[in-house]
């Protein structure tokens, strides 16, 4: 009897060892298997002091004891005294931290940064994680346990951060009955049916997640809002998240719907400019803040793909803007006022963001950010980033990214997304002369602005492992690093994820560095190579459909953006074609509007393009759209290739999930190339060159392909 117990314990552990299911995402705290290593620390964290005193220092610390706990299997007892210990937590100003940080040095830290630093106390060596507030203790020892995560010595520490930019936002878009639009890990995390009283254990590790990359705060409900939110009923479900998430320092936010004072407040009207409306807002806005005193703030999208807005009245997006900003103004609230907007009477879509706002620069309340996505389009695999960064130099502008593949292969495809932000935050607006960097102008420090912000559309589920592919988790995790530091380079920051996430094994960080880091340009080609871009089916935008050409509005389809014919492929937004450009400084201009020196990259984007053209590489620019198409899947399969190098130093739950994830990548980066190609060379009329492969189907089965279900619709 008692061998049989010993034996299922013995199975059941085994089965732990090799099965991972990826719930605890970068958070996981396994004992360090390297044997000097964890003598060493154990040695270094033998007593701990964490001064309390605030919820959030009290789940700062619960958090370092579950890490130390799991990493280095110690249960420490906080030590008598400061004076005692190998590792204190304390906030400055204060008498012990005084002696090892100068008041200077505590002013630098501002709030939510911290530092950590070896000192020597009483002749031994000691660590001090110190900040001004709790959110910097917080962040401190979350930076701390990622140090012991990722096998990084501890011995001589010194360590200064202070976020690069204020407002570090998750925008979810779901809906009350938790579907996610663009979602593709499941249902809402949100329950809403069960909210209030049911409070869900994901809530909590939710919130511990976003902690530990600096996220501070979390949009609820999907920008195509619904009014509902803001009733009693479900404000009341709002106030137990937002009770949950605060001492984790993140704050709760909502969608407002514009015509709100109609459907849920009995007005006629919802005209910005009307009493009764403004009104009507003040009083919904002192209502949230009697439910959640530290409320956030509302995001907009107003007048965008059918939503309400102010200009339903003929007034301004900054009217609309305002009136909120004045309803949230007394309780500090903040609104996000985005400028995703585009009329079907417009000339060319990419324009219309700038049309519409640069007007309206300097006319926005203090506390009104606006929100752009980082392209002038609409999270394309590539595009150059919007001229709104470099045309609001009175308007804090505040960085929309998409963590959700909506258009970069969906649930399905490993796109680590981190050098594709890079690529936007770090290229020159020349907003004010060479250096006014995209990054920049979101964080505040080339316009001077109080405000900042970074918010990236939400890729979290239900699923068990919350983004479906292990690797949409790296991701998230990549939002909230660079919204805390840009600086950061997203090889970095795919090695922390990798070290904390998979494994510290050399070969581990190595291997998934090289899949990650190559993973983005792989999508760009396979799918919309040299500057192709929207080419996906409609509606739900999986698979190629170029040829797609039914939908009403002619800037929702494939055939508008890519403008194929028999002399070559491209929208010309040059002085000839619509003339985007112009809305781009002079020297960003140059550098596109020159069809042979501008980078290939971004070339259909800019210029309709013949297909004789002579590229760089000597080729014809059909033969090159070719080698870029075949050189996506050729990606996918190194990137295959060298995951299967990892059997055995992954968990095999893990490991077979990305292999077979990676094989569908394989299979529809090849049918992308093939129904992108089939269709391009009936303008072309040329063969697609040597050695390359050719399609296995006709043009023809390729447009018969229908996903009436395909998800995140
Ligand atoms: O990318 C498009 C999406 C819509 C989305 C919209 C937006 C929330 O296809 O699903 O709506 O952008 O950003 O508002």
Redesign the pocket.
Known sequence: MKKTVVFIIILFLFGQVNAENGYRLWLRYDLIGNQSLLQQYRRQLAAVYFSQGSPTLSVAEKELRKGLQGLLGISYKNSSGADNACLVIMKSPNNFVNQIISPAEAFQLKEEGFMIRTFRNKGKSTILITANDDKGILYGVYCFLRLLQTHQSIQALEIKEVPSIQLRILDH?DNLNRFV??GYAGLSIWNWHELPDYRDKRYTDYARVNASVGINGTVLT???ANANILTPQYLEKVKALADIFRPYGIKVYLTARFSAPIEIGGLRTADPLQEAVRNWWKKKADEIYGYIPDFGGFLV?AN??GQPGPQDYARTQADGANMLADALQPHQGIVMW?A?VYSPDSDDRFKQAYEEFHPLDGQFKKNVLIQV?NGPI??QPREPFSPMFGAMPKTPLMMEFQLTQ?YLGQGTHLVFEAPMFKECLEADTYEKGKGSTVAKVIDGSLNNFEISGMAAVANIGNEINWTNHPFGQANWYALGRLAWDHELSASQIAREWIRQTFSNDPAVVEKCTRIMMMSHEAVVNYMTPLGLHHIMNNGH?YGPAPWAHSLPRPDWNPVYYHRADTMGIGFDRTKTGSNALSQYAPAVQKQFEDIHTCNEKYLLWFHHVSWQHTMHSGRTLWDELCFKYQEGVDSVRSMQKIWKELKGKVDRERFNQVNMLLAIQEKEAVWWRDACLSYFQTFSRQPIPEPLEKPKHTLAYYQSLSFPYAPGN
């Open positions: 878009w639009e663009r999907n920008v195509n999208k965008s793909e985005r995703f996505k609409d999270f909506e935008h």
